[in-house]
């Protein structure tokens, strides 16, 4: 049974995995949820298979994280219809994999212009409507590879990385104005991130790394595909959305994955390095 839930939340991302758990839940919930999709609304009908199908019967706003104009005019959609936006989950990115060397720099840039820079546009676009609501709620979806530099993912890394100093930053500033700003930062998770990984052009021909890349990449992919289901992420942000002071960073994931970031602070650095390059198999 829906209850209904005046609140209007705007996920980004939601074709697959994380984000499209995320939104099926809140819809389920009673919350008004707009969801993100590159494509059109029409093109999405057609998508096939339901990753834990949620109903997809949630409002969808054509939306490319990377244009300026297609940001401001999914906004603008949304407050048309509502005319309001509290609650911003920026969940839209990819992961590219293959050593720092064999990344290009177009590569690179493609990586944060989704990860980094789609956040930002976003949080640039809702922010004067949340500060003249004196209230909102945005949650940024991080990885816990923002916390712990991941071998042969380092510009996947950089960009989450670079999200939490953002959010870490955007938190402060924005307390006068009564808008809650955190951060979860999910492990392995079984979706279909794995199958949409994107592979940098030199990382399966250089021979200096490919076979460690293939070692290290082996466990990612088998820990992804053996991850839990996300929507463990959904009842988390829930949580944190209905919490007047929710904390700055939630980490979710299996308790290895929580304990590793516990370890990093804690641990010598070259003990905790050994043993994380001992995991992915590159000694």
Request: net charge neutral.
């Amino acid at each position: 049974m829906i209850v209904k839930n005046e609140r209007v939340v705007l996920i980004t991302g939601t074709s697959s995995g994380i984000g499209r758990a995320c939104a099926g839940h809140l819809h389920q919930r009673g919350y008004r949820v707009y969801g993100t999709y590159r494509r059109t609304q029409a093109d999405e009908t057609a998508v096939s298979g339901d990753e834990n199908d949620q109903s997809q019967s949630y409002e969808l706003v054509s939306m490319d994280v990377t244009s300026d104009t297609s940001v401001e005019r999914g906004i603008a959609t949304v407050l048309s219809r509502e005319e309001r936006i509290d609650v911003v989950v920026n969940n839209a990115g990819y992961n590219l994999s293959g050593s720092v060397e064999d990344t290009s720099l177009d590569e690179a840039r493609a990586q944060f212009e989704t990860n980094f820079f789609g956040v930002l546009r976003v949080c640039r676009a809702v922010l004067p409507h949340m500060r003249r609501q004196d209230a909102g709620y945005i949650v940024n979806v991080s990885s816990i590879a923002g916390v712990i530099g991941t071998p042969f993912q380092g510009l996947y890394s950089a960009s989450k990385f670079a999200i939490e100093g953002l959010t870490e930053a955007l938190r402060m500033e924005v307390k006068p104005y009564h808008i809650q700003v955190a951060i979860i930062e999910p492990g392995n998770f079984h979706t279909k991130f794995t199958a949409n990984r994107q592979i940098a052009l030199a990382a399966r021909e250089n021979p200096g790394y490919v076979e460690r890349f293939s070692r290290a990449l082996g466990v990612i992919e088998d820990d992804e595909l053996n991850g839990p289901n996300p929507m463990q992420i959904a009842y988390l942000l829930e949580h944190i959305i209905n919490d007047p002071m929710p904390r700055l960073r939630y980490p979710v994931g299996i308790v290895v994955e929580k304990f590793a970031i516990t370890l990093k602070k804690v641990m010598p650095a070259r003990l905790f390095e050994w043993g994380f390059m001992k995991y992915y198999k590159l000694l």
